[in-house]
């Protein structure tokens, strides 16, 4: 009961599947009777929080609602929020109060009485903002010159965390406050030397430019030269605003809250990938903003394709990124990549910051945008990407009937698809599962009050002319869908065009029968399916009985193929 009752409090009136729910009561191994017995818990909690708490089922899980319950979490939240505001603002007293009052909503260690499953899972992220929060309100009470007060505090908490740099910083300055300038240095050195042996690392940023500040006599109240240690410095927060509902996505963004909130000194490099028009970039956004108390220096965001789709230059970004952190344009090294790297790298190494990387082309691209110390990177791509583990890759499913229709009726209203049941289905099939598709399709009727939900679904059913019907604005699925196709080499083209054949329109598909039916021969087609794979034209169905790779494609990418202008080889039509 305690397990269910703080996860359903930790979602914060989101969705619970019952598959998260599962896991957190029984692990990997849950019951027989594991959908019954989440039943019954659900009812028995009903009973015992009275009619002022909503507990309903809403596919997949459940969701509790509690419009008038005072919450610890979320008023520790909503006060270290507002805390880390003013320290930002360099209102110091009010933020070393509002911290302290976040501070004191934690009564114990969290989550008590619940299975060690939900203690694996949500334990680590809940403490690390507790220490962000500590480590804030510390920063507030020594600017305002309790360096003193603080000292005994810093102690302990150094001897229980020794790797956290940030509040050995903060000692070494009470230290030398205090007039203990040789203790301060031989808190450094011992610094330096557990993190050699524990993590095999120097000390980074807020340690080195602390232990320069001691030698140089520069650690006296007030901001810093350099913008060392206690400085004010910008909170950036760059993300875009969210466009519509997020519809169907609740398990993939606790995914990626479980992920982002992941302590420990291991760098949080998280990809989402999947064709064009999944909407990877809308759960990113979303997921960077139901997430920001996590990164309390801010949030970066850069878009790293052009208008045009192609690739930004890693320059282009890395200047908008260290503007954004402070930079003058006066301070940023001209045509230097190596440089302007060590800057947005030692910019970086002692925030505490989650940068949005938004459709990232490749590996290469990526390298130089990866920031230092322990802020994370969240990264949207289309292509499965080397430097991000398997572990940390989220690849992003097409959107099931249920939350279809959820999508476009948050566009035109529930009535308009009731009013004709069977026109909303057609709708759903037509598109596929593509957000992009269903958004347009949604945008399409809202902006045409007088067209019944029938006359949409009969011109999309022509399939010669339905990418051109998914267009809408600046929203063309036929656009987003050839950017894909653009930068393929021509033997893959003509693959793709292949693929519109109605002889291959059963799936799944292995490599020999495309190279057959293709007349290119069986590892010519699987290395041009491959390629087609990584460009996420292609998803990879599973495994014949031979093991080797069946390979499925999307409706309207088929109808794509269908419309290229590519070649047909003189073996492609002896074939037919």
Not at 180 to 202: F, K, M, N, P, W
Request: charged content about 25%; proline content about 6%.
């Amino acid at each position: 009961m305690h397990t269910v009752l703080a996860t359903m409090l930790l979602a914060d009136e989101r969705v619970v599947s019952d598959s998260r729910l599962s896991a957190l009561l029984w692990g990997w191994e849950p019951p027989a009777t594991a959908s019954a017995q989440i039943y019954t818990y659900m009812s028995r909690l009903r009973k015992q929080l009275g009619e002022d708490v909503e507990i309903v089922r809403r596919p997949p899980g459940y969701v509790l609602r509690a419009p008038g319950a005072v919450v610890d979490l979320v008023e520790f939240r909503r006060r270290e929020r507002d805390g880390r505001r003013a320290l930002a603002e360099r209102r110091f007293e009010e933020a070393a109060d509002l911290l302290r009052e976040a501070l004191g909503q934690w009564r114990g260690t969290a989550l008590a009485n619940v299975t060690e499953h939900m203690l694996d899972a949500e334990l680590a992220p809940l403490e690390e903002e507790r220490m962000l929060a500590l480590e804030s309100r510390i920063e507030a009470d020594l600017e305002l010159g309790r360096h003193e007060h603080v000292m005994v505090e810093l102690t302990a908490l150094v001897a229980e965390y020794p790797v956290r740099e940030r509040l050995r910083a903060q000692l070494m300055t009470s230290l030398y406050r205090c007039g203990r300038q040789a203790d301060a240095l031989h808190t450094y050195y011992e610094g330096r030397r557990v993190l050699s042996e524990q993590l095999g690392i120097d000390p980074g940023e807020a340690l080195g430019s602390t232990y320069q500040a001691v030698l140089e006599g520069g650690l006296g109240l007030g901001p810093r030269r350099g913008g060392r240690f206690g400085a004010a410095r910008p909170v950036p927060s760059m993300l875009p605003a969210p466009d519509g509902e997020l519809v169907g996505r609740d398990e993939q963004l606790e995914l990626l809250r479980q992920r982002l909130g992941r302590g420990g000194d291991r760098p949080r490099r998280i990809l989402v990938t999947g064709m064009a028009g999944l909407g990877k970039t809308a759960l990113a956004v979303r997921a960077a903003a139901e997430n920001s108390e996590l990164f309390p220096d801010g949030l970066l965001f850069a878009e790293l394709c052009g208008l045009d789709g192609a690739p930004r230059a890693p320059r282009a970004v890395l200047a908008q990124l260290l503007r954004a952190l402070g930079e003058s344009d006066r301070a940023l090294p001209a045509g230097d990549l190596e440089e302007l790297v060590r800057l947005y790298r030692a910019r970086t190494a002692e925030r505490r910051l989650l940068v949005v990387l938004d459709n990232a082309s490749g590996d290469q691209q990526l390298a130089p945008l990866l920031p230092a110390g322990t802020s994370a990177v969240l990264v949207t791509s289309r292509s499965r990407l080397a430097r991000i583990t398997e572990e940390d890759t989220l690849a992003l499913p097409l959107l099931d009937d249920d939350a279809s229709l959820e999508l476009l009726a948050a566009r035109v209203g529930r009535q308009r698809l009731a009013d004709d049941p069977d026109a909303a289905d057609d709708l759903v099939a037509y598109c596929g599962g593509l957000p992009l598709a269903l958004a347009v399709a949604g945008a399409r009727l809202a902006a045409r009050p007088h067209w019944t939900v029938a006359r949409l679904a009969a011109r999309l059913a022509d399939p010669a002319t339905r990418l051109a019907e998914l267009s809408f604005g600046d929203w063309d699925v036929g656009r987003v869908l050839r950017s894909s196709v653009e930068h393929l080499p021509p033997a893959v083209h003509e693959v793709l065009a292949g693929l519109a054949d109605p002889g291959l329109s059963e799936e799944p598909f292995c490599a020999e029968r495309a190279g057959q039916w293709l007349g290119s021969g069986e590892d010519a087609a699987e290395a041009a399916l491959e390629a087609l794979l990584d460009a996420a034209l292609l998803e990879l169905a599973g495994l014949d009985d031979q093991g080797r790779p069946l390979y499925r494609c999307h409706e309207l990418v088929r109808l794509l193929a269908a419309a290229l202008d590519c070649p047909v080889r003189p073996a492609l039509r002896a074939s037919r």
